[in-house]
């Protein structure tokens, strides 16, 4: 338990303008899910933080929409113009007047930071009654980041910006991490004292260090262990880079948990994906958005899993093959050239090469449900119109398409009479060889 409430402030008014796109820096997505939708889970996984507020500027109002849709606990507060960091922070200030806890502050654009390691920067200032923690990390190329200054006791009193620091400051190796633990009740006197006399004329978050150290406050650094966690992106090279970064953790995890993945190099799996213990993934297989998979599966090469699937133990995904929000249950094959979803498949189904569940009415734009219940099969390249439901044991024809729900253990067909025409072949020879003499 800590000693007082935490709030956080994410940052995330900023254009992006390297990012060369319509769409502002952090909606960017990796794996379908926004680079602010990373920060805002990593800071509330923590389990401390009952209220966000998201600074927003650049597209407010996109963001805002997504803030809106998926995060109750979050706030947007309009900070425009940009006159940078530390006005940034102060916007969110009339909505904490008598807060008398911590705010953690984050860049929106630093998708890899963690809850684990928010979590234990947290009790680092709790622990040691700061009023103003930073995250610092130690970069051999510290190039971009503001430099953490020391005085000859080591005491950390300053950071200073690269574009107005000295070649002496330059030098210093460990940098400002952009992630900030304030005790907001001794620190925003700060803000309303903060100057924009520097090398880029803004408001610096930083400068309430130097606020601090003057007014004999208790001031931390918390050294970070995984300087990836810090990656923060402005391009999309470093997007990138990120979701290699992400991925590569997700891998990483999921091995450690039993999984079996024979190519981690060419596997994408989403962080939000659980998979049971001895599933085999092979090479190619991209998994994103949320889904649930059992153990002893075995999936790929060159499957798509989209997102909400729920899939159950020993079960076959196959080449080519594409799910999106469906369920699975046990001992079910899908193993080649399929599209499944919004689709229920029971145990035991066997979905022949090629079935396509038609989900989506692209006139009215509504999408429905295709039901295989327990033991039923699909023979190649049938086609279920939804919504329609094909009952236990059931049977589906190779080359229909279905449009009706088919009964229990019934053969459902709608291929047209197979005729044979003898000797037909042998007589469009003859009349072509005939016709040359
Ligand atoms: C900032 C820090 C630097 C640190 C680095 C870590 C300052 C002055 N400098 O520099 O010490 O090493 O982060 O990544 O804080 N933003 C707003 N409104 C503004 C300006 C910025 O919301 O008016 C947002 C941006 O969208 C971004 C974040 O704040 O998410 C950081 O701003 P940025 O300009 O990128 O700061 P840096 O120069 O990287
Ligand atoms: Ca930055």
Redesign the pocket.
């Known amino acids: 338990m800590l000693n007082k409430k935490v709030k956080s402030i994410i940052?995330?008014?900023?254009?992006?303008t390297r990012m060369k796109s319509e769409l502002p820096?952090?909606l960017h997505c990796i794996f379908n899910k926004p680079l602010l939708g990373y920060v805002l889970d990593a800071v509330n996984n923590t389990g401390y933080i009952n209220e966000n507020f998201v600074?927003?500027?650049?597209e407010a109002e996109l963001v805002e929409k997504y803030v809106k849709e998926n995060y109750e606990s979050a706030k947007c507060v309009l900070?425009s113009?940009?006159?940078?960091?530390?006005?940034?922070v102060n916007k969110a200030a009339p909505y904490l007047k008598d807060f008398d806890g911590y705010v953690i502050v984050v860049?929106?654009?630093?998708p890899i930071i963690t809850s684990d390691t928010l979590k234990s920067f947290t009790d680092f200032h709790d622990n040691n009654a700061a009023d103003l923690t930073v995250m610092s990390a130690i970069f051999e190329n510290p190039k971009?980041?503001?430099?953490i200054i020391r005085d000859k006791n080591k005491k950390f009193t300053a950071?200073v910006?690269?574009k107005d620091a000295t070649p002496e400051q330059k030098a210093v190796k460990e940098?400002?991490?952009?992630i900030y633990c304030i005790n907001w009740k001794t620190v925003s006197n700060a803000f309303n004292s903060l100057k924009n006399n520097n090398a880029?004329g803004?408001?610096?978050?930083?400068?309430i260090v130097k606020w601090a150290v003057e007014n004999n406050l208790n001031v931390q650094s918390y050294i970070l262990d995984d300087n990836e966690e810090?990656f923060?992106i402005?391009s999309k090279l470093q997007l990138a880079q990120a979701t290699k970064i992400i991925n590569r953790k997700s891998l990483i995890r999921l091995m450690d948990e039993g999984v079996q993945i024979t190519d981690p190099e060419t596997t994408y799996i989403s962080p939000e994906t659980t998979i049971g213990a001895d599933t085999l993934i092979l090479p190619n297989v991209y998994i994103t958005g949320k889904n649930i998979i059992g153990s002893k599966c075995k999936i790929g090469p060159f499957s798509h899993i989209r997102d909400g699937a729920k899939i159950g133990n020993n079960v076959r995904i196959g080449n080519f093959v594409e799910i999106k929000k469906s369920e699975i249950k046990d001992n079910t094959n899908v193993s080649h050239l399929s599209y499944i979803g919004d689709a229920e498949l029971g145990s035991k189904v066997n979905i022949g090469a090629g079935t396509i569940t038609a989900n989506y009415n692209p006139i009215s734009k509504v999408k429905s449900k295709t039901i295989i219940k327990d033991g039923a099969n699909t023979g190649s390249n049938s086609v279920l119109v939804a919504p329609v439901t094909v009952n236990e044991m059931a049977s589906v024809g190779a080359g229909s398409i279905i449009t009706k729900d088919v009964e229990a253990y019934s053969l459902a067909i709608t291929r047209s009479p197979m005729k044979i025409f003898s000797g037909w072949v042998k007589k469009k020879i003859e009349e072509l060889s005939g016709g040359n003499k």
Do not use: F, M, S
């Open positions: 940052l995330a008014a900023g254009k992006g820096k952090v600074i927003v500027g650049h900070q113009p940009q006159l940078g960091t530390g006005d940034a860049c929106g654009d630093t971009n980041y503001g430099r950071i910006e690269e940098v400002n991490a952009g880029q803004e408001y610096y978050l930083t400068d810090i923060g402005n």
